[in-house]
């Protein structure tokens, strides 16, 4: 069975025979990487998008992460029978489904536990969160322990498509506050009007349309953490109540006249800079100082590109887990090359969704290539066949002149071109040299001999005047 072809109409069946056939569909998948896809199958089915599935049997655990940046509040769906413990996080759950979904966790546990004599067949993809080794992300990894140790407000902050959300969410997971609701909201997704309904809730009658009482999400985390995206497009009436609420532990609903406590952690982030919009008037000092006791930051994708491999190889492996495919997509090293001298201005967003269209192009298994990755990134200046230098060669180094910047993108052009050329003979060829020239340039040029000899200065030239080097 092809479990990508698995999908189940849900909605259109009652909630026995769905899970009848849920479990028969589980029973003939051959690997733990089928299984996933086909629970992930029906949760898409049932317009409820997973973020993480957890299997452990026998004490070994698989693991597959989706969807890690979506905004919507997290729930835990978990079973556990003998040896077999699986446990689902669904994101934005209509209250109409809970029951359904525990009954189809239990019964894939059960299900789960008829492999017990079966070989495990472990997923791709890793089990980390953040994805890299780079120093920074090492950096990040401390940041985020430290600030969990505590139970102070959180500022993340970082670029659009960074990862800030995912950050919030380690930081609740590794916290006191791990077994309480994690609940997040963007606050740029929303009107003002209906932002300050969501978070602080409203009673019966208190606006046209207030049919009934509803908790806001400052009541739904309490206990737990509050993650409020993008604060910096909150309106500065509502940053009012907003400090209000966090300096006094407690809300109080719209249309009410009674306060509710709230043992809530709030963590924000905000793409924007949050002191330049302190002095232009537009944010709240005094909320700002509420808000940012910690604070951590998040690069760009730029600043790490070493870490750029293992997110691609990532991605691939769980595009094969969602395109229900047998074998790993291949990706040329020339290819990998290209993506990782691409600047990614959309980061992690951006990088998953390139992958995911050179994922869809695909046939059998023919490997990515650096011409299909080069048509798809936004960059329509570069063509086939064109050799991309390092980020480095755009910055000009403090105390670097002219001289010394030159030579040095000249000694990368020449690294880069028999990187890709495969050897120093084609390179050369490429650059329009002779081996033997190419490698007499490289070695002067490694060694810091890049300046160009004096020679006598022609009468209206200025003798202090420097030229510039040539290669």
């Known amino acids: 069975m092809n479990p990508a072809t698995a999908k189940i109409t849900a909605h259109e069946k009652p909630e026995d025979e769905l899970i009848k056939e849920f479990c028969q569909?589980?029973?003939?998948?051959?690997?733990?990487?089928?299984?996933?896809?086909?629970?992930?199958?029906?949760?898409?089915?049932?317009?409820?998008?997973?973020?993480?599935?957890?299997?452990?049997?026998?004490?070994?655990?698989?693991?597959?992460?989706?969807?890690?940046?979506?905004?919507?509040?997290?729930?835990?769906?978990?079973?556990?029978?003998?040896?077999?413990?699986?446990?689902?996080?669904?994101?934005?759950?209509?209250?109409?489904?809970?029951s359904l979904l525990q009954s189809l966790v239990t019964s894939a546990t059960a299900t789960f536990q008829d492999w017990i004599s079966q070989p495990v067949a472990s997923p791709n993809a890793p089990t980390s969160r953040m994805i890299g080794d780079s120093p920074r992300m090492r950096e990040l990894s401390i940041e985020i322990t430290r600030a969990a140790r505590s139970d102070h407000s959180v500022l993340i902050k970082g670029e659009s498509g960074t990862g800030k959300t995912t950050?919030?969410?380690m930081v609740h997971e590794q916290s006191l506050r791990s077994n309480k609701p994690f609940v997040d909201i963007n606050c740029a997704a929303l009107p003002e009007a209906l932002l300050e309904s969501e978070l602080f809730g409203y009673e019966k009658g208190a606006f046209t349309g207030a049919a009934g009482?509803?908790?806001?999400?400052?009541?739904?985390?309490?206990?737990?953490?509050?993650?409020?995206d993008e604060i910096g497009e909150m309106k500065p009436e509502l940053q009012a109540k907003l400090l209000t609420a966090i300096e006094g532990k407690r809300i109080r609903r719209l249309g009410s006249t009674k306060d509710v406590p709230c043992d809530v952690r709030v963590i924000t982030a905000s793409s924007r800079n949050i002191r330049t919009m302190i002095h232009a008037g537009t944010f709240r000092e005094d909320l700002y100082y509420r808000i940012a006791v910690l604070e951590i930051s998040i690069p760009p994708l730029r600043e790490r590109d070493s870490d750029i491999p293992t997110l691609v190889h990532h991605r691939l492996s769980i595009e094969q887990q969602l395109n229900g495919r047998s074998s790993p997509y291949q990706i040329e090293s020339l290819a990998l090359q290209a993506l990782t001298l691409y600047d990614w201005p959309g980061n992690i967003r951006e990088l998953q969704n390139i992958i995911s269209r050179l994922a869809t192009r695909i046939n059998n298994d023919e490997p990515i290539t650096q011409e299909s990755v080069l048509s798809q990134l936004p960059q329509k200046a570069i063509e086939s066949g064109s050799l991309l230098l390092p980020n480095a060669a755009r910055i000009i180094n403090p105390g670097e002149d002219l001289h010394a910047f030159i030579a040095r993108i000249q000694l990368l052009a020449i690294d880069s071109t028999v990187i890709a050329m495969g050897n120093t003979q084609d390179a050369a060829l490429r650059l329009g040299y002779g081996r033997t020239s190419l490698t007499s340039l490289r070695t002067n040029l490694q060694n810091g001999i890049h300046r160009r000899t004096k020679r006598k200065t022609p009468s209206n030239t200025n003798p202090n005047q420097q030229s510039l080097p040539v290669g």
């Open 167 to 169: 950050a919030a969410l």
């Open 213 to 228: 009482t509803k908790k806001g999400l400052f009541e739904i985390a309490d206990g737990g953490t509050l993650f409020l």
């Open 25 to 98: 569909n589980l029973q003939e998948c051959k690997t733990i990487d089928d299984a996933f896809l086909t629970i992930t199958s029906l949760f898409d089915s049932l317009d409820v998008p997973i973020e993480r599935i957890t299997l452990v049997r026998d004490s070994e655990t698989s693991e597959v992460t989706l969807n890690e940046n979506a905004s919507g509040i997290r729930r835990e769906f978990k079973a556990q029978l003998q040896k077999t413990n699986l446990t689902i996080v669904g994101i934005s759950i209509p209250p109409n489904l809970n």
